[in-house]
Protein backbone atom coordinates (compact mmCIF):
# COMPACT_ATOMS: atom_id res chain seq x y z
CA UNK A 1 0.00 0.00 0.00
CA UNK A 2 1.48 2.98 -1.29
CA UNK A 3 0.09 6.73 0.98
CA UNK A 4 -0.29 9.89 -0.39
CA UNK A 5 -1.06 12.73 2.46
CA UNK A 6 -2.09 16.34 1.10
CA UNK A 7 -4.00 19.53 1.82
CA UNK A 8 -1.34 20.97 4.47
CA UNK A 9 -0.67 24.20 4.92
CA UNK A 10 -0.62 27.66 6.94
CA UNK A 11 -3.68 28.94 8.16
CA UNK A 12 -4.23 31.01 11.38
CA UNK A 13 -6.02 29.82 14.69
CA UNK A 14 -9.76 29.08 14.04
CA UNK A 15 -9.46 28.27 10.58
CA UNK A 16 -9.69 24.95 8.96
CA UNK A 17 -7.63 22.90 7.19
CA UNK A 18 -9.55 19.21 5.32
CA UNK A 19 -6.25 16.15 4.97
CA UNK A 20 -6.66 13.70 2.82
CA UNK A 21 -4.85 10.23 2.51
CA UNK A 22 -5.45 8.37 -0.77
CA UNK A 23 -3.98 4.87 -1.93
CA UNK A 24 -2.95 3.44 -4.63
CA UNK A 25 -1.40 -0.05 -4.71
CA UNK A 26 -4.35 -1.72 -2.50
CA UNK A 27 -7.81 -0.73 -1.10
CA UNK A 28 -7.78 0.31 2.29
CA UNK A 29 -10.52 -2.87 2.59
CA UNK A 30 -9.98 -4.60 5.89
CA UNK A 31 -7.27 -1.57 7.60
CA UNK A 32 -7.35 1.04 9.93
CA UNK A 33 -6.86 4.06 8.61
CA UNK A 34 -5.11 6.73 11.23
CA UNK A 35 -3.77 10.14 11.23
CA UNK A 36 -0.71 11.23 13.54
CA UNK A 37 1.27 14.38 13.96
CA UNK A 38 4.81 15.38 15.07
CA UNK A 39 5.69 18.41 16.06
CA UNK A 40 9.18 19.73 16.45
CA UNK A 41 11.35 18.23 19.19
CA UNK A 42 7.86 15.96 20.17
CA UNK A 43 7.39 12.11 19.70
CA UNK A 44 4.87 11.16 17.33
CA UNK A 45 1.23 10.92 18.59
CA UNK A 46 -1.95 9.79 17.69
CA UNK A 47 -4.73 12.39 16.32
CA UNK A 48 -7.66 10.30 14.66
CA UNK A 49 -8.82 6.75 13.29
CA UNK A 50 -11.19 5.38 11.30
CA UNK A 51 -12.01 1.60 10.72
CA UNK A 52 -12.60 1.14 7.17
CA UNK A 53 -15.04 -1.27 7.14
CA UNK A 54 -17.11 -0.89 10.08
CA UNK A 55 -16.27 3.22 9.85
CA UNK A 56 -15.90 3.11 14.11
CA UNK A 57 -13.66 6.47 14.63
CA UNK A 58 -11.45 7.40 17.49
CA UNK A 59 -9.88 10.37 18.77
CA UNK A 60 -7.59 11.70 20.85
CA UNK A 61 -9.10 14.19 23.57
CA UNK A 62 -7.77 17.51 22.46
CA UNK A 63 -9.01 17.57 19.39
CA UNK A 64 -12.75 15.91 19.88
CA UNK A 65 -15.55 18.07 18.33
CA UNK A 66 -12.74 19.63 16.20
CA UNK A 67 -11.48 17.12 14.09
CA UNK A 68 -13.95 14.67 12.37
CA UNK A 69 -12.10 11.73 10.27
CA UNK A 70 -13.86 10.09 7.34
CA UNK A 71 -14.10 7.77 4.38
CA UNK A 72 -14.28 7.73 0.44
CA UNK A 73 -15.56 4.34 -0.69
CA UNK A 74 -15.12 5.63 -4.33
CA UNK A 75 -12.01 7.81 -4.15
CA UNK A 76 -9.95 4.95 -1.53
CA UNK A 77 -9.25 8.20 0.40
CA UNK A 78 -9.46 9.13 4.33
CA UNK A 79 -9.84 12.67 5.16
CA UNK A 80 -9.12 14.47 8.19
CA UNK A 81 -11.46 17.56 8.57
CA UNK A 82 -9.63 20.13 11.57
CA UNK A 83 -11.84 23.08 12.27
CA UNK A 84 -11.15 25.55 14.57
CA UNK A 85 -7.73 25.14 13.93
CA UNK A 86 -5.36 26.02 17.04
CA UNK A 87 -1.56 26.86 16.85
CA UNK A 88 -0.74 23.54 18.93
CA UNK A 89 -2.24 21.54 16.50
CA UNK A 90 1.31 22.80 14.12
CA UNK A 91 2.76 19.66 13.42
CA UNK A 92 3.77 16.84 10.52
CA UNK A 93 1.01 14.74 9.92
CA UNK A 94 0.96 11.28 8.75
CA UNK A 95 -1.24 9.10 7.76
CA UNK A 96 -0.83 5.66 8.20
CA UNK A 97 -2.74 1.73 7.88
CA UNK A 98 -2.40 -0.85 10.24
CA UNK A 99 -4.82 -3.33 12.01
CA UNK A 100 -4.72 -2.35 15.53
CA UNK A 101 -6.88 -3.24 18.35
CA UNK A 102 -9.44 -1.30 19.45
CA UNK A 103 -7.64 -0.52 22.58
CA UNK A 104 -4.27 0.19 20.96
CA UNK A 105 -5.71 2.23 17.59
CA UNK A 106 -3.52 5.27 18.84
CA UNK A 107 0.22 3.07 19.09
CA UNK A 108 1.69 4.22 16.33
CA UNK A 109 3.63 1.12 16.25
CA UNK A 110 1.17 -1.12 14.82
CA UNK A 111 0.33 0.57 11.90
CA UNK A 112 2.81 -0.28 8.82
CA UNK A 113 2.42 1.57 6.23
CA UNK A 114 3.05 5.31 6.05
CA UNK A 115 2.95 8.29 4.10
CA UNK A 116 5.01 11.03 3.91
CA UNK A 117 3.62 13.79 6.25
CA UNK A 118 2.41 16.89 5.29
CA UNK A 119 3.01 20.16 6.96
CA UNK A 120 -0.08 22.29 9.04
CA UNK A 121 1.16 25.23 10.47
CA UNK A 122 -1.08 27.49 12.80
CA UNK A 123 -0.30 30.86 13.49
CA UNK A 124 -2.03 32.55 16.30
Known amino acids: VQLQASGGGLQQAGAYLRLSCAASGRAFSGYTVGWFRQAPGKERGFVAA????????FYRDSVKGRFTISRDYAKNTVYLQMNSLQPEDTAVYFCAVGRPITSSVGDSSLYYYWGQGTQVTVSS
Open 50 to 57: IRWNGGNT
